[in-house]
């Protein structure tokens, strides 16, 4: 089985662009999750879709970050315009509540430098 | 705050020693804790614990949690060089219901 699919692996970009991540979650997960982990701490939340809907974007930067889960399956997430403390490893997750319990599966993550 | 502390933040070992990774936590609405190990980028899962003094087992890598305390470890026996890696440890809580990391313990098993 497939997991959990990102692209780029890498991005590299000027401060002032814009960028985009994309996400495809393992088949029949119905819970995304995009994730920001800067060096040497843990996985940050920025926003959590239930299908196509997204319940819980408060972490998300809404001044320049934007994410959209269109038909609730992939999901893309933009930053626009970028700037250098946005250098970090964005991390998708998926994941699916089979009796009681989720575990999240995570992808390979992009990694951005902003220059 | 929710917040969840790892220690040590870093560790060198040889191969064929023991190691404790330490997780402390204070999340609100804890509902579960969870064991990571993250080499070059995606994390994977190890283990969930949601009930006290239940230790869960995989190999060489056990975990057990004490809820009065708020606190896990995840045990590694008899280390391998690929057990070096980033453990990251989360507990699921909050309003939300989402992860909350600590920062990792970073491991490097030593030939």
């Known amino acids: 089985e497939a997991g959990v699919v990102q692209s780029p692996r890498y991005k590299i970009i000027e401060k002032k662009q814009p960028v985009a991540f994309w996400c495809n979650p393992i088949s029949g997960h119905n819970t995304l999750y995009w994730y920001r982990q800067n060096l040497g701490q843990g996985p940050e939340l920025l926003i959590r879709y239930e299908n196509e809907e997204a319940v819980d974007d408060s972490q998300l930067p809404k001044d320049r970050f934007s994410a959209e889960r269109l038909k609730g399956v992939d999901s893309t997430l933009k930053i626009q315009p970028a700037e250098l403390g946005d250098s970090a490893v964005y991390l998708c997750?998926?994941?699916?509540?089979?009796?009681?319990?989720?575990?999240?599966?995570f992808g390979p993550g992009t990694r951005l430098l902003v220059l | 705050e929710d917040k969840v502390v790892q220690s040590p933040l870093s560790l060198v070992v040889h191969e064929g020693d023991t190691v404790t990774l330490n997780c402390s936590y204070e999340v609100t609405n804890f509902r579960s804790l969870l064991w990571y190990k993250q080499e070059k980028k995606a994390p994977t899962f190890l283990f969930m614990l949601?009930?006290?003094?239940i230790e869960k087992k995989s190999g060489r890598l056990s975990s057990i949690l004490d809820k009065k305390e708020l606190f896990s470890i995840l045990n590694i026996t008899a280390t391998q060089t690929g057990d070096s890696a980033i453990y990251l440890c989360a507990g699921r809580g909050g309003s939300q219901g989402n992860l909350i990391f600590g920062k990792g313990t970073k491991l490097s098993v030593k030939p």
């Open positions: 949601t009930s006290s003094g």
């Open positions: 997750a998926s994941s699916l509540v089979i009796g009681g319990t989720e575990t999240q599966y």
